[in-house]
């Protein structure tokens, strides 16, 4: 589960914790056990997507096959993936291990430094992972309008923005001594962990609209006609794309939703139903890279053995063609 509000309880102490975070702890080991499953199929996935997608190769020509465009943000997607399913499995462990100890101990596996780190190292994993996929809508529509590859400024706009976006939220958070107001200390990492999310769940759409409308414009020039071939092909591509964004929204809307409630009834939240859907994020923000196996094409492996095979056949040959100073033409 990629939720702020866990990242909040990593310093919380006896005296220091609020009545809505006690409410809101949970010290229960089916939450434990649902989060480290999901975790595990999420990273079994993501990884699983990994060997299928090699990194391909970026020619200098910028205007390169569409298939390697995607292919080689979506292998920059489930990396990121594979990252924060790898971190909620570290945590979850860890809840598991600790639930003998202290919560807040500096003996037990989970004390305040090690939640920190892990829980700022699964948000830095997701916020790129969203950003990965916006950068994957942007390219869509940028290649319907025949525009490059930018690979500079779509790392930068992943890898970057989530190293911004994570530090200034993290540093408000986990900053010692600053004597601002629970509310000020979480907001700014409210707004961090959740701009990259919304903004993805608005553009996605939109990006994908404007991108089918002028394929059926380009499609209409190239051929000079738009018969039922060419809307066979614009339909297939509406539906992968709503595909797309239907279960993005169904990883990640609980997660917008417990942001939503959580700001508005701040002083009488509604804890059975805010702990449900905890459990629904902890089941559901895994997933992201199992779902991505079905909606995204996966490119034809490589064969590195038939490859051996005929590197040894073509040795081999080489071997048996004989071997004489003075061709026989001669």
Same mark, same amino acid.
């Given at each position: ?5 866990l990242?909040s309880?990593?310093?919380?102490t006896?005296s220091?914790?609020? #009545? ?31 060997? $299928?997608?090699?990194?391909?190769p ?15 943000i ?13 971190? $909620? ?30 829980? =700022?190292?699964?948000?830095?994993? *997701? ?41 200034? =939220?993290?540093?408000? +958070?986990?900053?010692? =001594? ?13 707004v ?10 608005l ?59 959580l ?5 009488? +939240? ?8 905890? *459990?629904?994020?902890? +089941?559901?923000?895994?997933? #992201? ?5 079905? +909606? ?6 490589r064969?590195?053995?038939? #490859? ?23």
């Amino acid at each position: 589960m990629a939720d702020p509000s866990l990242q909040s309880l990593c310093c919380l102490t006896t005296s220091n914790r609020s #009545q809505q975070y006690q409410l809101l702890e949970l010290h229960q080991s089916a939450y434990y056990g649902l989060s480290l499953a999901s975790a595990i199929v999420g990273f079994l996935g993501s990884v699983y997507q990994l060997n $299928l997608r090699y990194a391909a190769p970026f020619p200098r020509y910028q205007y390169f096959n569409v298939g390697l465009r995607g292919n080689n943000i979506l292998f920059w997607l489930a990396l990121a993936d594979t990252f924060a399913a790898f971190g $909620l499995i570290i945590r979850s462990t860890g809840w598991f291990v600790s639930q003998n100890w202290s919560t807040h101990a500096m003996s037990s596996p989970m004390n305040p430094t090690f939640c920190a780190i892990i829980s =700022g190292w699964i948000q830095f994993s *997701y916020t790129s992972s969203h950003l990965w996929t916006l950068v994957y809508a942007v390219d869509v529509r940028r290649i319907t309008f025949d525009q490059p590859f930018a690979a500079p400024v779509y790392h930068f706009s992943a890898w970057g923005g989530a190293i911004i976006l994570c530090t200034v =939220g993290l540093t408000m +958070l986990y900053f010692p =001594g600053n004597g601002y107001d629970t509310f000020v200390k979480l907001l700014p990492n409210h707004v961090a962990t959740y701009l990259p999310l919304v903004s993805t769940c608005l553009a996605c759409p939109f990006l994908f609209m404007s991108a089918f409308r002028q394929a059926e414009i380009s499609l209409t020039r190239r051929y000079a006609r738009y018969t039922t071939t060419e809307r066979r092909l614009v339909e297939s591509l509406k539906l992968k794309f709503i595909l797309i964004v239907s279960v993005f929204y169904l990883c990640w809307m609980p997660n917008i939703v417990n942001g939503l409630v959580l700001w508005i009834s701040w002083y009488k +939240l509604p804890v059975t139903w805010v702990l449900a859907n905890w *459990y629904l994020m902890a +089941l559901l923000n895994p997933l #992201q890279g199992v779902f991505n196996i079905m +909606l995204y094409r996966i490119p034809k492996r490589r064969q590195p053995r038939s #490859q051996l095979r005929g590197w040894f056949a073509s040795v081999q040959i080489r071997k048996t063609e004989p071997q004489e100073e003075t061709p026989l033409l001669l």
